[in-house]
């Protein structure tokens, strides 16, 4: 028996990094997920690897008839839903005085309205059909601890930090089966991180950067993250809900 | 399944409540369980569910606030099977008292078991642990008591605090080591545990009220725990330290 075993999970963001292998990680676990990202290729790829337990569906975690319809999607593909992980994000460094107005704008439109409409759209179908339900939403740790180079990626993360808590009370007020916690991932060995080591004029140099930022010296990889996915997505964590899970490498505790 | 396989590990106060469901859990994972206490007769039953679930161990006498006895029980594991995987701190006091009545010797009472014993316990694991390739992992089991105030429990809240912020200093130490040590804290909200029963006895008026006093309205229990320190203590959290996770039914974020 899988820790998921026979649970649908839908995964914003899907086709790579944090959002990738945990795609990969719930299928070994048993469970059949919806990989919903903007990268169709890739998207369409990685469901045709991981076969039946797999398929794709098009999101642009921005738009709310794209959620509409990915939604629909899932109850058409498996009548039922238990897990939501709002993994898609984006991060572009800018400080108070260099960040422009439309940057602020475009960071919380992809890193915060897209958890508030997964949500928002996510619980439809998951407070109709699941028994025992979970929402994992993908913070960072520059939304509990900020990073003025950040700024407007740290407020995107910490509204995604307040947003899981309040989502997790409703659901309790309500009555819902279904908790909601947030990951907190320190820097990350992801395509998005990969990005900024490519354009790095020292790539070593930058990696070292990264890593020395953390305790444990090194950066973390998206299979430890789905790791922490994986447990607060499964029926151990049963009696935990609102929580934020910094996975870090000792970033968030110095 | 195997997710501890061939670790060896220490539970502290494993003769009863979240200890003993922990040892169990454990045991599941093929983890090699070193129970320690005072109560002999109860952790042979302990042991006795250890071997139901398949897994193997021993039972040492412990005092936990005793340095001395401490490296006697790192002596007698290291000499009986060669290394320390994971230390759970998990034994622990508690009691409600309004702070007029508290005696300077019922607040130290508490701190030696909860803070002290959690101190000698870490600095004496995370040596022998430093020697495997693989490192170790030390959970301490706090309480969500330790992040907020509760009515006539300043012992057991600032007890619990110092605990959960010794871990997050003392797994900067972890950290830095060539083969890592990572320190975390599980910090449980209500749960109905030996340790509540027999402090506000075992009726089904108490029981509902441990159900009711959180959001997720449902009685945790000593596994809910357990599935949380299984997690800290595997190699699946390989890249968290310095975490206080909160099990709690939501509580703490409400």
Redesign the interface.
Known sequence: MGRLQDKIGLISGGASGIGEASARRFVTEGARVVIADINADKGRALALELGAAANFVHLDVTAEDSWRAAIAEVRRLHGRLDILVNSAGISVPADIETAELAHWHHTHKINADSVFLGCKHGLTLLKETTRAGAIVNLASTLGLRPQPGFIAYDSSKASVWALTRAVALHCCEKGYPIRVNSVHPGATLTPMMQGYLDAAPDRDAMLTMFASNHPMNRVGTPQELANAVLFLASDEASYITGVALPVDGGYCAK | MQRLAGKVSIITGGTAGIGRATAVRFAEEAAIVVITGRNRAEAEKTLELVQRAGGSGCFLEQDVTAEAGWIDVMHAVVNRYGRLDVLVNNAGAFFVKPLADTSLEDFKGLWRINVEAVFLGTKHAMPLMARNESGGSIVTVASLAGLVGLDQCSAYCSSKAAAIEFS??A??EG??LAH?VRVNAVAPGP?WTDMIARQYGDTAEMRNYFSEDQ????L??PA??A??V??LASD????????A??????R???
């Open positions: 997050r200093a797994a900067a950290a830095a890592p749960v959001p997720l309205k449902i945790g229990l809910d725990v599935n949380g299984l997690y699946e959290s390989r890249y968290v330290t310095g975490v996770l909160t099990i709690d039914g939501g703490g974020a409400d």
